[in-house]
């Protein structure tokens, strides 16, 4: 215990769960997205009552919310509309993902976790 009458492993585990958003949204930054899904589902449980908890519900909701990209992408691709799609949630993706990683490197909490947008 510290003086303060906290556990002295508190902070290493705010650093901890940093590091394993900043890692989750890494992967899905080079498209290891079903890895970084798996490991925000393991660690979301984890981090529940932090900041990190709303980061890996931001993972999980932006991979989820691609693949319905994907699945729009398939439908249109019968009129030759598939690339558009893709091309819009391609560029979605990554700018929540950067978003994301900035906040988590700077140790701030993704702001609406449940939301479509940034």
């Not at 970084?36 to 529940?48: I, Q, S």
Request: hydrophobic share 60%; charged share 10%.
């Amino acid at each position: 215990m510290s003086l303060a009458g906290t556990p002295a492993t508190a902070p290493a585990q705010g650093d901890k769960a940093r590091l394993w958003s900043i890692l989750v949204h890494l992967l899905y930054l080079v498209g290891a997205f079903p890895l970084g899904l798996v490991m925000a589902y393991v660690k979301r449980p984890d981090f529940a009552g932090t900041i990190y908890e709303g980061h890996m519900t931001f993972a999980i909701r932006t991979f989820w919310i691609c693949a319905l990209f994907a699945i729009c992408a398939l439908a249109l691709r019968v009129v030759g509309m598939e690339f558009i799609t893709l091309f819009i949630g391609s560029i979605w993706a990554v700018v929540r993902v950067v978003v994301a990683l900035t906040r988590a490197i700077d140790a701030k909490p993704i702001l609406n976790p449940q939301g479509w947008v940034i």
